[in-house]
């Protein structure tokens, strides 16, 4: 999601690096006889309705060759069914007042529209309807392969930091799914057939592989009952295929430079680190926020303060990732300014974090960031909902509920402890973007 | 991802300010004894406020050959004022876990800060001192001054926007709406101590100041508590404030060679204020051109039909004293030209022939339905008020608006499609490798 994203990516991180929470949550569950799960959340603020339906496919479930095609089999949805006309349901969607969207991630792939109660029934129907009917029609393959092919040159190939992220991932993961990038390499994309997305469509698209969000202005047996009335009669599908690889460990560091036209250095560290459903999770957030939280946190007050050898810096927990992810410390490098010194400064902060424990008052600021930006996640309806989504897809949604007295509990001791343990040079992968200047004009 | 990104929906709705069909938003009004129009929207849903204030102090008030200085001291607000370090402004704000976010634009400054309910007296003191008693340290503004040099260099990173940037130029020569906020590396050498004190004390007034609150509070308690915080600020001196003149530049075509495998394409030329007569019918006729996301003229014959694109829009930007109309896309350099001609026949069609029926009631549709939907959180919510504040629209628009695009006709459509599509007036930005563009006239 965070290469696929591009443009959009920050209006992502806003809703999604604010962990949404309830008190005790006003979730509820269904799960209709197809095996189909339902999640609703009625939140009346605002007239609008954000509906989600999420298949467990993405990238992870993609084999050597065959990358891009999760991303591509998306596009694709949108090309009709023997109900709807190609492009059509963008068309209906917008002209009743709804916005729709999809992405896919390495984990996941979403399909969503935000209507009004009184229209939202439209976009209930039309999922359901693709859900088994998508014609992935044959027309529109070729324009549709270099469509995508023009999204990875937007989005990845003239983009420096992206294309970085892309290599270092490759990387860091050797063996698991996740060295290889959601919208696929450039010669995959190209070689990808229908027959290859037919495939793809009978063996992930079902409603036993699937489950539904809805968060926002509904009555919950209404909107039930259309859920129902959908996608009650869509059938069961086999049981897809378990993804069962694992990355092996890593022992010692991997380098990786990127030359590329561009203005300035960037730098990016990856940690391997357990998902969620670790209880050493909650302790890793509230270390990313330590780190880089606000203006007053350690590395942007020491490399972009005080040193002035970065403009900006990040460290990022992906803990909602099906498998075991990366804890990842980025830099944008201040023009003129060595990478390596960048790097060297960061070691030195992280070293500092596995020697000796921070203090009282700091973690109780990460915990007040966390939990006042949770608050602030419930303010709209699309954050609420792909946060219980990928609490779905990750673990189960309940683990929301837990989330912040989770968070409560991390003392200065377990910071101390999963920094020493996760933040291993020897488990590290560095990647450097060094620009060059290309002769122009 | 398939479908356009939430961060160029969000500018365009931020520009276009659709209407309110269903409101829940219940706007109050009110001038403050110092000069400050308080718009608020009592939203008790979730315990935290958000302020949004616009301030009339932006880059288009800096002299000729001081480019950058209005950014400049929209930066350094919340480095350090009398009583408070920048660390200790951090540090306040970190605690709560509050953001706080200035920037800076040509018409206005904006300060936003969403903050907890129970911390709303920390945030409004810290404001009132932020804007009161600044004080501009010369080792702040090196600091930020090395800061947004690197971030110019940054933006030269991204082809899309040095096309955007070339574009303006073009578009608005020797005018301010021409320049980009930041400046100049060579004028913001110049920039200063005292400059940068005398904008503040000039433009940073109450009575050049809309607020818009929006959250867990009353309008008359806010009021109060304004009032209080705010005592220090008085009102200034009087500004003889005349829009600069800027008439739109002539045709052109503008190449600009960088090493990438997309040509990022932008060409446009002028439009009209937000306060024309005919703003509506533009947004309606837009809409069907290439403003409706995939329900677009330009993105049917642009992707759906020849592959040529992942994103291609249009869009007619009114701002208070300028406006203009631009399309923008991107395409590998081989089709670079190709491209650029369709978007040139979709604008010559829709001036010669009536848009159907069916696509007008579509285009009107959606912008009257979506628009509620789109008010889905407070901060929305904080930016739409004082934008119908800011252009003068009334506290009545959102209830007139379905009626000002409803009564929009095919005839309307066509005229104003004669009137503000010039195609022989288009500026034409293409940066590319060029030797594989080939751009013909």
């Given at each position: 999601m965070r290469l696929l994203l591009g443009l959009s990516f920050f209006a992502f991180q806003l809703l999604l690096s604010a962990p949404l929470l309830a008190q005790t949550s006003r979730v509820q569950e269904f799960v209709l006889d197809n095996g189909l799960k339902v999640l609703l959340l009625e939140d009346h603020k605002s007239p609008a309705v954000t509906f989600q339906v999420w298949y467990r496919v993405g990238s992870r479930n993609e084999e050597d060759g065959k990358s891009g095609l999760s991303h591509f089999l998306e596009h694709m949805m949108f090309k009709g069914t023997n109900k709807v006309a190609p492009e059509e349901y963008s068309r209906i969607i917008a002209k009743n007042g709804g916005r729709s969207n999809a992405f896919t991630t390495q984990d996941v792939t979403v399909y969503f529209a935000t209507m009004s109660r009184e229209k939202i029934g439209i976009e209930i129907d039309m999922e359901a309807d693709r859900m088994a009917n998508a014609l992935l029609n044959g027309k529109y393959f070729e324009p549709e392969k270099k469509v995508i092919m023009e999204e990875r040159r937007l989005r990845t190939e003239d983009n420096p930091v992206s294309s970085l992220a892309e290599v270092t991932a490759a990387m860091a993961f050797t063996v698991h799914p996740y060295r290889r990038p959601v919208v696929g390499w450039m010669q995959d994309v190209e070689n990808l057939t229908r027959e290859d997305l037919r495939r793809h469509y009978q063996t992930y698209y079902a409603p036993n592989n699937a489950f539904i969000v809805v968060v926002g202005d509904f009555a919950t047996e209404?909107?039930?009952?259309?859920?129902?009335?959908?996608?009650?009669?869509?059938?069961?599908?086999?049981?897809?295929?378990?993804?069962?690889?694992?990355?092996?460990?890593?022992?010692?560091?991997?380098?990786?430079?990127?030359?590329?036209?561009?203005?300035?250095?960037?730098?990016?560290?990856?940690?391997?680190?357990?998902?969620?459903?670790?209880?050493?999770?909650?302790?890793?957030?509230?270390?990313?926020?330590?780190?880089?939280?606000?203006?007053?946190?350690?590395?942007?007050?020491?490399?972009?303060?005080?040193?002035?050898i970065a403009q900006s810096v990040d460290a990022d927990y992906d803990g909602l990732s099906m498998d075991p992810s990366v804890f990842s410390v980025t830099a944008q490098v201040m023009p003129e300014k060595d990478p390596l010194e960048v790097e060297k400064a960061i070691y030195d902060l992280l070293e500092r974090v596995k020697s000796e424990p921070v203090n009282e008052r700091e973690l109780e600021k990460a915990k007040n960031q966390i939990e006042a930006a949770f608050v602030f996640g419930q303010d709209s309806v699309f954050g609420q909902a792909m946060r219980t989504g990928q609490y779905e897809a990750t673990a189960r949604w309940q683990l929301l509920d837990s989330y912040l007295a989770g968070i409560r509990k991390v003392t200065t001791a377990d910071i101390l402890r999963v920094a020493k343990k996760y933040l291993d040079p020897d488990q590290r992968t560095v990647g450097v973007l060094m620009p060059i200047k290309e002769q122009n004009q | 991802m398939k479908k356009i990104v939430f961060a160029v929906l969000a500018v365009a709705f931020a520009l276009s300010l659709p209407a309110v069909s269903e409101t829940r938003l219940t706007p109050e009004r009110s001038v403050l004894e110092n000069g400050v129009v308080l718009l608020t929207s009592e939203q008790r849903a979730l315990p935290m406020v958000t302020l949004h204030f616009l301030i009339q102090a932006g880059s288009r008030y800096d002299a000729e050959g001081r480019e950058g200085l209005a950014n400049l001291t929209s930066r350094l607000l919340t480095y350090g004022t009398r009583d408070k370090t920048a660390l200790q402004i951090s540090e306040i704000l970190d605690f709560i876990g509050a953001s706080l976010s200035t920037s800076c634009g040509q018409d206005v400054a904006t300060v936003s800060l969403t903050v907890l309910k129970k911390d709303l007296d920390t945030g409004l003191n810290l404001l009132a001192e932020v804007l009161t008693a600044s004080v501009f340290s010369p080792e702040e503004i090196e600091r930020q001054k090395q800061s947004v040099i690197a971030s110019i260099r940054a933006k030269d990173e991204d082809p899309g926007q040095v096309a955007q940037i070339k574009f303006s130029e073009a578009l608005f020569p020797r005018s301010p709406y021409g320049r980009q906020v930041e400046g100049s590396e060579d004028s913001l050498k110049r920039a200063d101590r005292a400059q940068l004190l005398e904008f503040?004390?000039?433009?940073?007034?109450?009575?050049?100041?809309?607020?818009?609150?929006?959250?867990?509070?009353?309008?008359?308690?806010?009021?109060?508590?304004?009032?209080?915080?705010?005592?220090?600020?008085?009102?200034?001196?009087?500004?003889?404030?005349?829009?600069?003149?800027?008439?739109?530049?002539?045709?052109?075509?503008i190449r600009v060679n960088k090493t990438i495998t997309q040509a990022n394409i932008t060409m446009g030329h002028g439009g009209v204020r937000r306060s024309d007569p005919d703003y509506y019918a533009i947004q309606v006729m837009n809409y069907i051109l290439g403003g409706g996301g995939f329900s677009s003229r330009l993105m049917d014959s642009v992707r759906n039909e020849r592959g040529l694109a992942y994103s291609v829009s249009s869009h007619f930007s009114a701002e208070k004293y300028v406006g203009s109309f631009a399309v923008t896309m991107q395409t590998k350099n081989e089709t670079a030209q190709e491209a650029i001609r369709i978007a040139k026949e979709e604008i010559q069609r829709i001036r010669q022939e009536k848009v159907k029926d069916q696509e007008l009631q579509d285009a009107q549709d959606y912008l009257i339905g979506s628009f509620p939907l789109r008010l889905d959180t407070n901060r929305a919510v904080a930016n739409f008020l004082s934008l119908v504040e800011f252009y003068g629209l009334g506290l009545g628009y959102p209830e007139q608006y379905p009626e000002l695009i409803r009564r929009v006709s095919q005839e309307d459509v066509l005229r104003v499609a004669k009137k503000y599509l010039q195609p022989e007036k288009l500026i034409v930005v293409v940066v590319a490798d060029q030797k594989k563009a080939q751009i013909q006239k």
């Open positions: 209404e909107i039930l009952a259309k859920i129902k009335a959908a996608f009650g009669p869509v059938p069961r599908g086999p049981m897809p295929p378990k993804v069962k690889i694992e990355e092996p460990p890593q022992s010692g560091e991997r380098r990786i430079i990127l030359k590329k036209e561009a203005e300035l250095p960037f730098l990016l560290i990856d940690y391997h680190v357990p998902n969620l459903n670790s209880p050493d999770s909650f302790a890793l957030d509230l270390l990313s926020v330590v780190l880089a939280g606000g203006r007053s946190s350690r590395l942007y007050q020491d490399l972009v303060y005080h040193k002035r | 503040y004390e000039r433009f940073y007034r109450p009575e050049r100041t809309i607020l818009a609150v929006v959250g867990d509070i009353s309008h008359q308690e806010i009021a109060q508590k304004l009032t209080q915080a705010f005592r220090p600020w008085k009102k200034g001196a009087a500004i003889k404030d005349s829009p600069p003149v800027s008439p739109p530049g002539p045709a052109n075509i």
